[in-house]
């Protein structure tokens, strides 16, 4: 007997949705794993079972380490979107900018820092193919560089007050003082930009 026409699509998109959720659940797995245990302690095993699939259906989804780390990223910034620096760029005054950074900054890492701490941690195990992938780290690396457009310094100046930035930004940094030293975000925010300013400031002195 023929199946007909509509009860066939029916049958294909529902095992086309089934493929989609399996390799969704599949990501979500591994991202988890990425966040607690780290990504060069995952396992293709660990992931397999968190997601309650077989290693057969795990490699049909994900044939190499590659093709799960870009669908790994690829969540990641859709879960997690870092700030948007373009938005600081509007506030002329560097004072200014840097407080509105670091707020929206530790916002961020209060909801995902924890786990980008792990990863950062696990980089120098990664192959050059995998940090080769733009992800968050390497966003959020790069918004010391929006502050320090907003000082018009040079020389040693400006080297000691980018060096402050970066470590303002880092999200070691926050689990430092926010995770560790349970201070408040804005505690840390005040204590931060009064580091930059006097690195600004210092740095013209020599």
Known sequence: MEIPEIARKYVLNRRAERQDETRERIVEAAVALHHTMGPAHTTDVAIAESAGVTRRTFYRHFPDELSLFRACTRHS???WP??????WRRVADPKGRLRLALRELYGYYRDSGAGLVVIMRDRPLMGPELLALPG???R?????????EAWKTRGRRRHVLKAALVHATAVTTWQSLVGQQSLTDEEAVSMLTGMVLAAANNGSRH
Do not use: I
């Not at 870092?82 to 938005?87: E, H, L, Q, V, Y």
């Not at 959020?140 to 320090?148: E, H, K, N, S």
């Open 77 to 79: 910034f859709e879960k």
């Open 82 to 87: 870092p700030p948007d620096p373009d938005k």
């Open 136 to 138: 968050r780290a390497d």
């Open 140 to 148: 959020l690396r790069q918004m010391a560089g929006v502050l320090l």
